[in-house]
């Protein structure tokens, strides 16, 4: 299997066949994908890498922990009103109008980190920053009362490993206790929740409107936490970057360091892809960091340049009928930490570099440890 797709180079075929899978890594060909509903179906999106055995399945179906299609995985006629749902909860208008309270809270954030970065603490940043503020985003606009930072943190991290991570079975029965206590918490936010989640779960259900809180709580305050922490940590290395508007860094941080490496398609026909045969029911990996370096997206593909020619051509949201619903949200969230931030990263050296484990999609890095230049 693909685990850890950020330490492979960027292969020099459009298509190939790995590990039981069809990986498309061309920019032109991932966005077909992505996009073509009629040859590509999106109902492997959440399906476990390594199968869940009866055990670890066991403890989750004692919380009623179920993934219906909802939102990622849903290709079904109900996904495009339930996405139309929550499209209100992300509109761009809404999502502009939290620039002032994220930017206070950014600007508060990082004068704590200055503060104990000046008493001679070493910080990490992904706690102290990229675990915080997206959370904190997402709760304020979709109303949620989320208090528990670290125990969101701990689901999250534990669903990714656990659908999308390499475990073996006793560290698939530790993840399924985690994850389905947590599940259980989300159905009582549900059964509780205003605005769209109200509007799933009176439409749709119970298990819909919890597996889209389940879905959004991962998508989208994770994979921007992930984000930051992969973006701050290249600004600390590269401080001649902040030369640059932050609104550009982040397009080619999102280019080239997309914290979602991969996504699943599943092919609902025979059919030739970049000239390698694809069978009915073969699963399609897209390389998304590949295909965002690919020759032609940008001027310098495989550089990053901020404000380049095609920087804002990448995948980092998908595209089609699923591309991601908190993309201006993410990128709001990343141009105010690294405007708020700016000052701070040139004093700053890095004490230990995020690592991430093997995942065949998440880059899931932590920690990001940082001090005062001496």
């Known amino acids: 299997m693909l685990y850890e797709l950020w330490k492979h180079p960027r292969p020099a075929a459009a298509v190939f066949r790995q590990d039981g899978q069809v990986v498309v890594a061309s920019h032109r060909l991932a966005r077909e994908v992505l996009a073509d509903r009629e040859r590509f179906s999106a109902a492997n999106a959440l399906d476990a890498v390594v199968p869940i055995p009866a055990g670890p399945l066991r403890e989750l179906a004692s919380h009623r922990f179920r993934l219906p299609a909802t939102l990622a995985n849903n290709d079904t006629p109900s996904h495009a009103g339930i996405r139309e749902r929550f499209g209100e909860v992300f509109a761009p208008a809404r999502v502009a109008a939290l620039r002032?309270?994220?930017?206070?809270?950014?600007?508060?954030?990082?004068?704590?980190?200055?503060?104990?970065?000046?008493?001679?603490?070493?910080?990490?940043?992904?706690?102290?920053?990229?675990?915080?503020?997206?959370?904190?985003?997402?709760?304020?606009?979709?109303?949620?009362?989320?208090?528990?930072?670290?125990?969101?943190?701990?689901?999250?991290?534990?669903?990714?490993?656990?659908?999308?991570?390499?475990?073996?079975?006793?560290?698939?029965?530790?993840?399924?206790?985690?994850?389905?206590?947590?599940?259980?918490?989300?159905?009582?936010?549900?059964?509780?929740?205003?605005?769209?989640?109200?509007?799933?779960?009176?439409?749709?259900?119970?298990?819909?409107?919890?597996?889209?809180?389940?879905?959004?709580?991962?998508?989208?305050?994770?994979?921007?936490?992930?984000?930051?922490?992969?973006?701050?940590?290249?600004?600390?290395?590269?401080?001649?970057?902040?030369?640059?508007?932050?609104?550009?860094?982040?397009?080619?941080?999102?280019r080239l360091l997309p914290p979602i490496t991969s996504w699943r398609r599943v092919a609902l026909r025979d059919m030739d892809l970049g000239g390698v045969p694809v069978a009915a029911g073969d699963s399609v990996l897209v390389w998304l960091a590949a295909a965002g370096a690919d020759e032609g997206v940008a001027a310098c593909p495989a550089a990053m340049v901020p404000g380049q020619r095609g920087s804002r051509r990448h995948l980092a949201f998908g595209a089609g009928a699923h591309r991601c619903l908190g993309s201006q949200l993410s990128r709001l969230e990343a141009e105010v930490v690294v405007a708020e931030f700016a000052p701070l990263l040139p004093r700053c050296a890095v004490v230990a570099a995020p690592v991430s484990d093997p995942n065949l999609s998440f880059r899931m890095p932590s920690p990001l440890v940082v001090r005062l230049r001496g």
């Open 100 to 254: 002032p309270w994220l930017t206070g809270l950014a600007r508060r954030t990082a004068a704590g980190v200055a503060h104990r970065l000046r008493a001679g603490e070493a910080v990490d940043v992904d706690a102290a920053v990229s675990s915080e503020i997206p959370l904190a985003a997402l709760a304020r606009l979709m109303d949620l009362d989320v208090a528990a930072t670290g125990e969101v943190k701990r689901f999250s991290r534990a669903a990714l490993e656990l659908f999308w991570g390499d475990p073996d079975l006793d560290r698939q029965r530790e993840l399924a206790e985690t994850v389905g206590p947590f599940h259980a918490l989300l159905r009582g936010w549900a059964a509780v929740s205003t605005g769209a989640t109200r509007g799933l779960l009176e439409e749709h259900g119970e298990d819909a409107a919890t597996a889209a809180l389940f879905f959004l709580l991962v998508a989208g305050q994770e994979t921007t936490s992930q984000f930051l922490t992969l973006l701050l940590h290249r600004l600390v290395v590269e401080p001649g970057l902040l030369d640059h508007d932050a609104a550009a860094i982040v397009e080619e941080g999102l």
